[in-house]
DNA sequence: TTGAAAGCGCTACCAA
DNA sequence: TTGGTAGCGCTTTCAA
């Protein structure tokens, strides 16, 4: 007795289907893809097989004799539960679901190590394509991926050592647009919290802040600069800080979701002891409008962004040839009502000023 | 020439590893799993071999050869993008990492349909083990897969027509213990606005609130219950037809996440123009803390919730044998203010009072 | 310590 | 319309 044709031990195969069926393996192989020259009293009876054993094509078996990679790709984000990232993952997911792409997501946690280690693993399971929101400092490894024809996507900030497709934010504009946004609600004193100093994102957005400041003809006032604040903690942490100068500000910029939660939390602390400041975030989020007051925020798309990734993705595979592009999603200032707080500070907020 | 050996045309292969160092494929085989019986000078001519050719082994051929699923695992969710969801999926990918195993997520969108089709490409792909939340009615076509050594568990809801791991919340319970909250806080007029009535966790939530009721000595009022509200627009909608009532609810319990943003959507549309409501929610978010006034929920824990889904399917690959297990998660309520906002109801949050 | 040969489940190619 | 045979990249088994 052949192993294959064990009950109960290991899934049935196309051998089984086909002795059940009393047809050749090759003529299963027809059924099953649909090929045309089938009589259909076979086809029937192939079926039949088919639904008695439960059998499943193997498709690993499938890739393997066709030379082409498995229908999936690998997705590296920083956390899968972040809600920005997660975003991504669903933008990608609906854009290939069509070409039958299934994705893999891997959480980097800004971990080098871990990223690299994630890639590694992708490729071996020969993914079609790579999408990486990247941590590490040197892609150069993936080249040889990229050569043997796995499609490669940087998403939110540029990858290193290496050419590749890539999906930016204005992060330059949108932080710009944001700070001027405040100081044209009449601030002087303007503050920055952000994320640690190397992430590009915080660094183009930093810029952005000093481009609306000199535009303004303020000067850099360090003071008023609170970067390295890793999570929504820190950040309370810095925005207390902050606060609590002599000279405080009269606005913050928060430099993306985390950080603007992390002044939530700061501000939420505060009650109202001192003349709130106005707030614009980096970054829209699902709350923003109900919060007291209502966030403003430098907003975009998360899931177009995904979107617009696997496209990048689904063409590279298409015509392998090509340059590699940039794509870089706008950005708008979605004013809500804590972004056009007067400098004054009347200590009230508008909504708690309606019930008083 | 053989195809393996056309420099860029495909990957490398262990045959092209072999070629370049002069040994068998065995022996490259040998090394690259790590066997003890090779040659430390052979072993280092294999490795020189596989750095320059940019070689990887082919876990498909690998996976088909051992007769073993791939280190994969089909997660199964409403929504890869909502917060509670992606939360699971974080848990479980923490839980499985060690194995080795990656994680497939796919949205259902509530779509048996596509639940189904997600299940059956995950089988194909042959995933070692399946996580599902639950959508269609049926799922008695994945016995025969789990008769073949797929591992299966349900999460958040029971699946249909099958006996398998289950991870649920304590919602009956939990749902009971947060009315009971709003009872103790001296409301009588509460008011349940939730998902559709047929998804389990609703049905379930609703029972404990009738029980919260009726140990409470209060009837049931049809006028204060609002259910099929699917998304967060139509939980505002409702909301608002509720607050609209001449004799409106004093408190609100809202049945998840959505519906609560639904609700605070339109509370927040209101102003102070009457008193607000108690609110209790059922699902805690991140900037609960950070509402006016900070909002009470029925909290838990959705990343142990992966996690432990994530550890019973371990257990099932580790030990086939043994009965279906059941996991109820617990559910406590936090107190953040919202709940504890009395009947009368003064116009006035309790930071904005602070305020004035 | 090393290698040759068979075969995993499937598809491509050619023959009937 | 059907079937046989070879072989994808790897591991297993057995022999040297």
Redesign the pocket.
């Known amino acids: 007795m052949s ?2 044709s064990r009950p109960g031990a ?1 899934r049935p ?3 089984d289907v086909a002795r059940a069926a009393r ?5 299963v ?2 059924v ?2 649909d090929e ?4 259909a009293s ?1 086809a029937l009876a192939v079926r039949r097989a088919i639904a008695e054993l439960g059998y499943r ?2 498709e690993h ?2 890739a ?4 082409r990679a498995l229908g999936m790709l690998g997705l590296v984000i920083k956390d899968v539960s972040n809600p920005f990232y997660s975003a991504i993952a669903r933008g990608v997911e609906e854009r290939v679901r069509d070409r039958g792409f299934l994705v893999v997501a891997g959480s980097s946690d800004e971990d080098a190590e871990r990223e690299r280690a994630l890639l590694e693993i992708f490729c071996e399971r020969r993914v079609a394509g790579l999408l990486v929101v990247p941590t590490g400092h040197d892609h150069s490894f993936l080249a040889a991926e990229m050569a043997m024809g796995t499609a490669l996507v940087f998403i939110d900030r540029p990858g290193h050592n290496i050419a590749a497709d890539t999906i930016l934010l204005d992060n330059f504009g949108g932080a710009r647009a944001g700070v001027q946004h405040l100081l044209d609600h009449g601030h002087r004193r303007v503050a920055f919290v952000g994320d640690l100093p190397e992430v590009f994102t915080t660094a183009e957005r930093a810029k952005g802040y000093r481009a609306a400041l000199r535009s303004a003809g303020l000067g850099y006032d360090r003071g008023l600069v609170r970067v390295g604040c890793h999570n929504t903690t820190s950040a309370a942490e810095a925005t207390r800080e902050l606060l609590a100068q002599p000279d405080p500000p009269t606005a913050i910029f928060a430099c993306n979701n985390r950080i603007t939660f992390g002044v939530l939390a700061a501000l939420a602390g505060m009650g109202g002891r001192q003349p709130r400041p106005a707030l614009l975030g980096f970054d829209d989020f699902e709350l923003a409008a109900y919060m007291t007051p209502p966030v403003s925020v430098v907003a975009y798309d998360p899931v177009e962004v995904g979107r617009q990734a696997a496209e990048l993705i689904c063409r590279q595979l298409d015509r392998p040839e090509g340059r590699p592009r940039r794509i870089i999603v706008p950005t708008s200032v979605v004013a809500r009502g804590s972004g056009e707080l007067p400098p004054a500070g009347t200590g009230l907020y508008p909504m708690a000023r309606a019930h008083g």
Not at 36 to 39: D, L, R
Not at 64 to 67: A, E, F, I, M
């Open positions: 192993p294959s290991g195969t196309m051998t047809v050749s393996l090759k003529t192989s027809r099953v893809n045309a020259s089938v009589t076979t094509r193997n078996a499938r393997l004799r066709q030379h």
